[in-house]
Structure formats: structure tokens, C-alpha cells
């Protein structure tokens, strides 16, 4: 008998047992998404990567980051 | 508006030959030579690349060249772009290889010579995997090439050609400012005016062309360390018998805080307002800085020979009102003039049309953080000390301003205004909205805001003139009609820091709540919440006045509170303010999820959404682009419909113990839910306020599933927000990590960077478990097993998979499969495999009830896709 094996790319599911859980789900994964990296298909893959969206560390210390926003100025008076 | 001047570009559509050039390894630069055509300031260059992998920093330069015409190493100008993430990854393609233009806008502009030959030198730092490199692809145009390309592998100290046999050339465009017009720059510079209070210069010139005129550049530079210059005003005038004539026909101004007094400098003055020069026509530069003392600064050009033949200096002592001659006509002030040069009836396009700048800000370790011109984020200096993180804190930007929540520190970090200052405001201070002019510089504010109503004052409001305000006498009208004067300092430049209070920190203007650590806007007004000994209460300035917060019943824009109108305290603890357009304002609660529908003060009505679920805190809600509201309760995620609906539960069929997994305790665990719009998902972090330790999940909109991730501790979230920025390198989904950086999800990164180095993604997925015999009480065997793993073939278009590892698992029933394959039980069988594609047909032999198939990668430095896996099972008896 020939067999295409379910990948599971409806997620992670522990909400019945091991033989019936929801089509296309999985009860044991780790960063992976259902959209790859390689050229955004819907299939699955390892998530992206965490890099860097600035070099700048805040304040230069390790406590962390608690509130990010944006401001819209006007540019002609100069601001820095 | 750019201008481009010299540049290669390829014949077609796309570079044309084949192969690209690689920039691999930090020792490795490139470089491409060319004669300008023309003398300009150049201010960007842009390069035709591609990349491999993720890229470190570019810097770019320009450099002049020896005597071989190859880069001498003196760079005239450089840019460090920070992660040129934007490069387009390459697709394999031998002609363009989805190449694009990229644009690196230099530090400082570098005047470029006329006939004088100049290298482009393109080098990358940071550079960590050779996995990863930039292409900057090239032609090799028939006949012989006017710019050559060369590459160095040792830094720039030697130099060769790309090609010995055939000229190649690296495709590039070079672009100025606003040409070099009128000028005078020759000679060996001397001060030659000496200027300050009422001592005012000149420079006549006369016009070699029609154009419109943008800006001027003067040689300049302090008397004296310990002078306090203030601006310096650059005018146009016409003339009259060769001396200044007139009123101003504009006006721009040089910052007197830039103006170094150890060396002299070229100083730029933009017309905000440009004029129209007539060719052959005789004008004026009128330079003053009549805030300042005299002597305050000079202005310098040549004082023997060199004399330039279209005009001459002079200088005043009455500021501008008669004119002399400093000595011989031999004097002359240095000077350039920027423009576009017209024909008659020449048009001109419009310069942008952004009218406004996004900056973003940050708050972490007790201070404010905000993005400078150059996209790096700096350190608002007043903040040091003010706030204190380690207690609730949340922020909102209203009325280009950042109002800070955070306890007893209600701050303001103000980009908006511009701020003088007073020893005495006198007996009549400016109301909210008064125009205060200056006496002398006729610049003109609208108030905002100020700290006092006597004696010391600082004021804050928005300049609507192009004159800035000098240190001088400030008049005008308060609401009242009494009469304001004071006297005034120059103006200073935001951003700024002060304490939020209500205006002139008078009650006549209501009273603030003492502590507070939530803050919203929502119909023009500010919302504040969270007071630890008023749980229920919610305060609103007055609409489009957030210094006012007196309730006035005959006001329909009155501040308000709860139980002032209409409107009561809410009946739950608030946890979250969440703005909804300005139809409704949602109050998140320990237990319950209440409405505010309308203005509280004209009609407005208090609904309850939920009485059953509430939200977690602070950050654990997000929107999508549909307004619709998600938010984590404490034990599971929910979304309301336009976010006025009854919430739906979208969680427990997968995950019905999902506190209890995640160990959830709410004084240690913070919950951050972010809406990631290019990959349609919610993200939902669980981070441990201490050791940043974090559980988070995907939830994909596309196919309502939840996929678990783990990210290391230093990239635990603590905060996010989608930044729209207007460079679109920076324009991401922003993460602020537990390390103190702001991080994204890049599809680029195959790891997590953790500061000075990366760590590796370990990633895996079970497939779900596979009953190998339709009769439950007789086995099977997996005969044959093949993977097609993504990216095609190798070397195709596609990006490829880089390698992926299976393990296979058989046992009596499916959950025991599954608990062996968690529990890291020994496989039946396991192997790696490499590279994209179908693999080769794998014989496991693996015999029993269920099977399991684990696929995972552990290594560092690469990514996977799955397409399929199939099989072939024969019945293997009992």
C-alpha cells in the first residue's frame, strides 16, 4: 500500500488523543511554522531567525526592553 | 531632490553577463573608478546587488585614487549601513539574479571635482559565516571601459582588476544635492569679517545662470571656546551701488551650537523658502547672529589675491541697516551657492512628498531611547534616572509626543516643540494656544505647554515661522486679552524631556492622577488608568489638551473621570487600555472586558463585553488589520470581532491546559501579543520577568493552528510594535528582548542572535503518528521511505533546504510512539539527510502497530523546508 504521511501543518494539538487528533496536527514540534523561510510557501519549516533590528543595546545594560512605539515629527525645524 | 550625476548602468533590463562578484571575507573589498562629470557634492551612491545568506554592515565610500588610477585608501566620504537585510536574497539567476538597486546616503557630502578620477569602495564588516556574502554585479561593455572595477583581498593595500582580459565594470549611480551654482572657494583661507550682535557681514555676488536657489554654504568658525553663539541668520538680498538693498528676499539659518571654534567649517544654510535668482544679476549673502555677543564668530574667506570678480564683502554695525567695506577690494568671503539651474519656463517637480518623519523610541534600563537622522537609536539625555522599569510602565504617542505612564513618573518626551525658557514670565503668562512673537527675530509659537505661571517658566510650543526665536523680548495676548511680555532665550531644538503635569502645574487646570501605569489616546484625549489605590478609575484630559484635566459639565470637550458624568468607575480592576478607533474604548479587566461607547462626556455609555473573561495585562492584546481584538485571558487566547463582539475562544480545542503547560504564575510571567501582518499570525510570548525564560506560540491566521517556539533568554520578548518606518530597512514587526536590543524575525536569520554571537534553532516536528494496518489488532511494516525535501534541485532557482535529520518510531499504540519519540527513547532507525529535492528511496523495515517519523535540524546555520514524505506498508501479521 502505498502512503503520503500527513505532515502537520495544522500546528500543535494535544486536545484528544494521540490517534485522533485534529487532521494535520501533531502532539510534539518545535519552531516550525507553517510558512517556510526558503520562499514563503505554505508548508512547513523552521521559523525565522531573531537578528538584530538596531546594533544599539538600550541604555547599554542588559535589563530588558519594556516598551517600544514611534513618534511622527515634523521634519523642518531640525530635530535631531 | 537627489540629483544623479555619473553612473554605469546595465544595457538591458538586467545586468547582462554572466557570474557576479563575491564579497566573502572581510579582507575582500571592491571598487569601481570614475571621472566625474561635473563638480558636485556627492551625497549617495547606489549599487546594483544581491546577497547571499544574511550580510553584516556595508560601508561604502568614496575615495580618490593614485597614480594608477586605483582607490588610494583616503576615503573623502563613508556611510556604515547597518544590516543591509533589504538586499534581495539571490535566486540562483545567472542574468540579474534578482539583483536591485540599493541606496547608501553618505555621513557628510564630498565635493567632487570636474574631470577628476574617484573610486566607489564597497567592503562589509561583521562579516560571520562564509555562507553569507554580497554581489555586486557588473558588465563587460565591448570597447574599452572609462570606469574599471578592481577588488583587493587585503584590505585596499593592493589593488587588481577584476578581469585581466576584459573591462569590467560594477554597475553603480552617483547622485548630489542641488548643484554648485555661484561660488567663490579659492585661495588660502583667512577671517576676514569678525561678527556678532550688531556686527553684521555681507558678500554680494553675482548669478552665472537662471536657477532656483536652495542653500548656501559659508566658511565659518567660533572666536573663542567659551562663546556662546546663537543662530546665525543667512538672508538673500538684492542689491543696490553693489551694497545690500531691501528686505530679506529669504531667509535660512545656521545652528550657532554647530559652529566648532577649534577649526573653520562649511556651514549650510536651506532655504526653506526658495527664490528665484535672475542670471548676470548682482545679490546679496547677509550674515548676522544677532542673539550673540560681539565678537561671537567669523566669517572666513581669502584677504590677498583671488579676488572674485562678481562682488565683494562688507559689514555692518547697525545690523544690516548701512553697509562698509571691510578694507581692500581684494576681500572676499567664501561662499556657495546651492540651486537648480531653470530655463525659461522651466517647471519644477516637487521635491517628496513625505511631509513628516517616524522616529522610533524605546524605553528600557530607566531610560528614553529615540532613533537619530541616521537611523541609530541614542539616548535622550534628561531620561537618565527618571523612570523606573522595574515597575509597571506604558507609553503612547500623541501630538508628535511620547506621554510616559510609569507610577509616580508621568514624563513627556517631546519631539514636537520647541522650547524657551524665561527667568520671569511676567504677570500675564501664555494660555494653551496663545501666539507669543519675537521682538526681534518676528519668529512666532503657539504654546503647547509650560511649567509655571510666574517667575521661572520653560515654554514649550510649535514655531510656525522659518525664523527661529533669538534671545529676546516675546510678546503677545493671553485668552484674557491681557498683555504678555517677557524676555526670552533662544530657542532650543526638541526633543525634550519634562515631568507631565497640568498646565502651568496649576489646579486651575484640574488635577492628574498621582500614580498611574496605563495610558491610551482615544477620542483626542488622554486616558489614564491603573492607579494601584483607585483600581477601577480612569481619568481623560480634556479633547486635544493633555495638560487639562478640570471637568467642566458645560464643556462638551471637557476632561473627565469616572462618576464625574455619566459614566462610573469600571466594575473590575483595569489590566489594559485598548483605543478602538474613535467610536469606542475598550477597558481590559482582571475578569471582565467593559466598553466605553462614544465620548464619556457627551453621551457616552459604559457596556460590558465579557463578564467571564479578562485580560492577562498590559501587553496581552493585540490588533489585526481588521481591528479585530486578541487577547490572552490567563488561560487562553480569545478574539472579538471588531473588537465590540462577544469574544470567541480560539484555543482550547489544541490546548486545553495551557496555563497549567506553560507553568503560568502572573507576578513572574509576562504575556506580550503581537499581530505580525507579513506573516499573518499572532505571536503570543510568555517570558519570565527574571531570567527572560520564555514559551511563546504562533497562531497562524491562515491555518488556525498554534505552533510552539522557544527563543533563547536573551531574546525573550518583553514588548513589541509593527513600526512603520519611512526607510524601509528598518520597517519591521520590532521585538524588545529581554538583552536590552530590539530584535525581528528575519527570514534570512538561520539562528537567533544573542548579542556577540548566535545561537542555533532547534527545530522539529512529528508527523502524526500512522497506523500501519487497517485492522488495529494486526501490524505492518514501512517497506519504502522517500522524503522531497524544498528548494527543488540543487543549484536551481529555489533557495535550497540545507539539510534535515528523521528518526522512526514504532510501538503498540500511537501515544506510546508518541511519548517515545518526547521522551528522546531510542529510534528504530534514524539518518540525516542532505540537500534539496527527492531523496533516494530509504528500506526502514520498520515493523508494528503505529509508526512515528520525527524530522528535525540541530545545526547551526541552516534552515528546512518539507515538502512530502511517502511510503510503502505491507500487512506484517500479529
Known amino acids: 500500500m502505498n502512503i503520503t504521511f500527513e505532515l502537520p501543518l495544522g500546528g500543535y494539538s494535544e486536545g484528544a488523543n494521540v490517534e485522533n487528533l485534529p487532521s494535520n496536527t501533531t502532539g510534539d514540534m518545535n519552531n ?3 510558512q517556510d523561510t526558503l520562499s514563503g510557501r505554505l508548508r512547513i519549516g523552521q ?8 546594533t544599539q543595546q538600550i541604555a547599554s545594560a542588559s535589563g530588558p526592553v519594556v516598551v517600544l512605539g514611534s513618534v511622527s515629527v515634523v521634519e523642518y525645524l531640525g530635530t535631531d | 531632490m537627489a540629483t544623479q550625476q555619473d553612473y554605469f548602468i546595465p544595457t538591458g533590463e538586467l545586468p547582462s553577463n554572466v557570474a557576479n562578484i563575491w564579497t566573502n571575507i572581510n579582507t575582500k573589498f571592491l571598487a569601481t573608478t570614475f571621472t566625474a562629470s561635473a563638480t558636485y557634492n556627492v551625497t549617495k551612491v547606489s549599487l546594483l546587488l544581491s546577497k547571499m545568506g544574511i550580510s553584516g554592515n556595508a560601508n561604502v565610500s568614496i575615495q580618490s585614487v593614485d597614480g594608477e588610477s586605483k582607490p588610494s585608501g583616503t576615503d573623502l566620504t563613508s556611510v556604515t549601513k547597518k544590516d543591509i537585510r533589504s538586499i534581495n536574497q539571490y535566486n540562483g539567476g545567472i542574468t540579474g539574479g534578482n539583483s536591485a538597486w540599493e541606496t547608501f546616503t553618505f555621513d557628510a557630502p564630498a565635493l567632487l571635482t570636474s574631470g577628476t578620477t574617484y573610486a566607489v569602495v564597497v567592503k562589509i564588516s561583521d562579516y560571520n559565516s562564509l555562507k553569507n556574502y554580497v554581489q555586486w554585479w557588473y558588465e563587460q561593455p565591448s570597447g574599452t571601459a572609462t570606469k574599471i572595477s578592481y577588488q583587493s583581498t587585503d584590505s585596499g593595500s593592493t589593488w587588481s582588476l577584476i578581469s585581466e582580459t576584459q573591462d569590467t565594470t560594477c554597475c553603480f549611480e552617483i547622485y548630489s544635492n542641488y548643484a554648485v551654482v555661484d561660488s567663490h572657494i579659492t585661495g588660502t583661507g583667512a577671517n576676514v569679517l569678525t561678527l556678532g550682535g550688531a556686527y553684521w557681514g555681507n558678500q554680494t555676488f553675482t548669478t552665472t545662470a537662471n536657477h532656483l536657489l536652495k542653500s548656501v554654504e559659508l566658511n565659518l568658525q567660533k572666536t573663542g571656546a567659551d562663546v556662546t553663539l546663537s543662530t546665525i541668520n543667512v538672508s538673500i538680498r538684492a542689491t543696490s551701488g553693489g551694497e545690500p538693498s531691501g528686505e530679506n528676499l529669504t531667509l535660512g539659518t545656521i545652528y550657532g551650537s554647530d559652529v566648532d571654534h577649534t ?16 542670471d548676470s544679476t548682482m545679490y546679496a549673502i547677509v550674515i548676522g547672529a544677532p542673539g550673540s555677543d560681539y565678537p561671537s564668530f567669523y566669517a572666513r574667506g581669502t584677504s590677498t589675491g583671488n579676488v572674485y570678480e562678481g562682488g565683494t564683502q562688507g559689514y555692518s554695525e547697525d545690523s544690516g541697516e548701512t553697509w562698509e567695506e571691510q578694507s581692500a577690494d581684494t576681500d572676499d568671503l567664501w561662499f556657495k551657492t546651492y540651486g537648480i539651474e531653470l530655463d525659461a519656463g522651466e517647471g519644477v517637480s516637487p521635491e517628496s512628498d513625505q511631509v513628516t518623519v517616524k522616529k522610533l523610541w524605546a524605553i528600557g534600563s530607566n531610560e528614553f531611547w529615540y532613533e537619530d537622522v541616521n537611523g541609530d537609536l541614542i539616548q535622550l539625555a534628561g531620561s537618565v534616572g527618571e523612570l523606573d522599569t522595574s515597575e509597571p510602565l506604558i507609553a503612547q504617542e500623541a501630538y508628535g509626543k511620547v506621554f510616559i505612564a510609569n507610577g509616580t513618573n508621568l514624563k513627556i518626551a517631546d519631539f514636537a516643540n520647541i522650547k524657551i525658557t524665561t527667568t520671569n514670565i511676567g504677570s500675564h503668562p501664555p494660555d494653551f494656544g496663545t501666539v507669543l512673537t519675537g521682538g526681534t527675530s518676528n519668529a512666532t509659537m503657539v504654546v503647547d505647554y509650560i511649567d509655571a ?22 510678546t503677545g495676548t493671553d485668552n484674557d486679552g491681557n498683555s504678555i511680555s517677557f524676555t526670552g532665550t533662544a530657542e532650543t531644538r526638541p526633543p525634550h524631556w519634562y515631568d507631565w503635569t497640568v498646565f502651568g502645574n496649576s489646579s486651575t487646570f484640574g488635577e492628574m492622577p498621582n500614580y498611574a501605569t496605563l495610558v491610551a489616546l482615544y477620542n483626542s484625549r488622554l486616558v489614564l488608568a491603573g492607579n494601584k489605590n ?24 471637557t476632561a473627565i473621570s469616572g462618576g464625574d458624568g455619566d459614566v462610573g468607575e469600571v466594575g473590575d480592576i483595569i489590566t489594559a487600555l485598548i483605543p478602538l478607533g474613535n467610536d469606542f474604548f475598550v477597558f481590559g479587566c482582571a475578569s471582565e472586558i467593559n466598553i466605553i461607547d462614544g465620548d464619556p462626556s457627551y453621551g457616552g455609555t459604559v457596556e460590558n463585553l465579557s463578564f467571564t473573561e479578562g485580560i492577562y495585562g498590559a501587553h496581552s492584546w493585540c490588533l489585526d488589520n481588521q481591528n479585530n481584538l486578541y487577547f490572552f485571558n490567563g488561560h487562553s487566547l480569545s478574539m472579538s470581532i471588531g473588537g465590540r463582539n462577544k469574544p470567541v475562544d480560539l484555543s482550547s480545542l489544541h490546548l486545553p491546559n495551557w496555563a497549567n503547560d506553560w507553568g503560568l504564575i502572573q507576578d513572574e510571567d509576562r504575556i506580550v501579543l503581537t499581530y505580525d501582518f507579513i506573516r499573518a499570525g499572532i505571536v503570543i510570548f510568555k517570558t519570565n520577568l527574571v531570567t527572560g525564560a520564555n514559551k511563546n506560540y504562533f497562531y497562524s491566521l491562515k491555518t488556525k493552528g498554534f505552533y510552539p517556539e522557544i527563543h533563547p533568554r536573551e531574546c525573550g520578548i518583553f514588548s513589541s510594535f509593527y513600526y512603520n518606518s519611512n526607510d524601509s530597512n528598518t520597517r519591521a514587526l520590532l521585538l524588545g528582548c529581554n538583552d536590552g536590543y530590539i530584535r525581528s524575525f528575519y527570514e534570512s536569520s538561520l539562528n537567533d542572535n544573542i548579542g556577540d554571537s548566535d545561537s542555533t534553532i532547534k527545530s522539529w516536528a512529528t508527523l502524526p503518528i500512522q497506523p500501519l494496518n487497517k485492522d488495529p489488532d494486526k501490524k505492518g511494516k514501512l517497506t519504502e521511505l522517500v522524503f522531497e525535501l524544498g528548494g527543488g534541485e540543487s543549484g536551481g532557482t529555489f533557495v535550497d533546504t540545507d539539510s534535515l535529520s528523521y528518526e522512526i518510531h514504532v510501538g503498540n499504540s500511537a501515544e506510546t510512539v508518541l511519548e517515545d519519540i518526547k521522551d528522546g527513547a531510542t529510534a528504530y532507525i534514524s539518518n540525516d539527510l542532505t540537500g ?9 523495515r520498520a515493523r508494528g502497530h503505529y509508526l512515528g517519523i520525527k524530522v528535525y535540524n540541530f545545526n547551526t546555520d541552516e534552515t528546512w523546508t518539507l515538502n512530502k514524505i511517502t511510503g510503502k506498508v505491507i500487512e506484517a501479521g500479529n
Open chain 1, 32 to 34: 516550525v511554522r507553517p
Open chain 2, 453 to 474: 505661571l510666574a517667575s521661572a517658566v520653560n515654554i514649550y510650543g510649535r514655531r510656525t515661522s522659518n525664523a527661529p526665536f533669538q534671545a529676546e523680548t516675546v
Open chain 2, 534 to 557: 483607585y483600581p477601577h478609575q480612569w481619568w481623560m484630559s480634556r479633547a486635544y489638551n493633555p495638560y487639562n484635566f478640570l471637568y467642566d459639565p458645560t464643556d462638551p470637550l
Open chain 1, 47 to 54: 521559523r525565522p531567525g531573531l537578528g538584530k533590528a538596531f
Open chain 2, 263 to 278: 577649526v573653520a567649517g562649511w556651514y549650510e544654510a536651506v532655504f526653506s523658502n526658495p527664490i528665484e535668482l535672475a
Open chain 2, 836 to 844: 534539496p529535492g527527492r531523496t533516494n528511496k530509504i528500506r526502514p
